[in-house]
């Protein structure tokens, strides 16, 4: 893994964007053959983010990949609030468990280990990757490539709609996020986010915001574009208030 990470950053990141995907998508049949959701999906992303994080250990990476603290205090970055509260919003408009008790679990701590895996891949290997030669090139791909990614998911079965608004989210976040690093040097808020946002996936219902708008379609459009919006304004203030850092 060293030898190829030494001869090009990029090559590794895309190399484990794609056993990270793939994977995924394997043990999402696995799971559906031993008949519970989740359970395999959990153990392969546990074990990825364990090879990963020895290996980053090992190599004394941490730092260099935003394992750490911020150079920024939480003050100055509003202490992160917009974050959370992109990702716990939707909550109020009707929350309730959307699987069995085991599938749940599953599937929480699969996230968890989400948020760390896409964050230390897309933030971190292939943005610090591409920014060796280019930072707003780095910038636009990563974000574009974080988003795009999702796609993966209409190939497992979620329906067209709900996967492109999920990949228009995940651009937006993408581009948020990748500021975030770049002007904190640290990744710990972004897989804070990530983990929190996808666990409480499971526990949105919508019902009160379907019920005030009559269907679930311009539910999920509504909030979408309300999430994107207060992550563009988040963005904005990123990148206006938050000095450049040495990369």
Known sequence: MKKLFDKNEVTFAVLLIVVYVVGSSVMQGISESVGIEYIAEMLFHIVMSVVLLVFIEKNDMMKYLGLCGSDVSAAKMWFYIPLFAVAAFPIIFGAKAQYSTAVLVCRTVSMLFVGFLEEVIFRGFLFKGICRRNIKRAVVITAITFGIGHIVNMLNGDNIFDNILQVIYAVCVGFTLVFIFYRTGSLLSCIAFHSLN???????????????????????????????????VYMVYVIKKIPKREQ
């Open 198 to 232: 996808n666990c409480l996936t499971g526990f949105i219902s919508m019902k009160n915001l379907i019920g005030a708008v009559g269907n679930e379609q311009t539910a999920s459009i509504i909030l979408v574009a309300v999430r994107i919006l207060i992550m563009s």
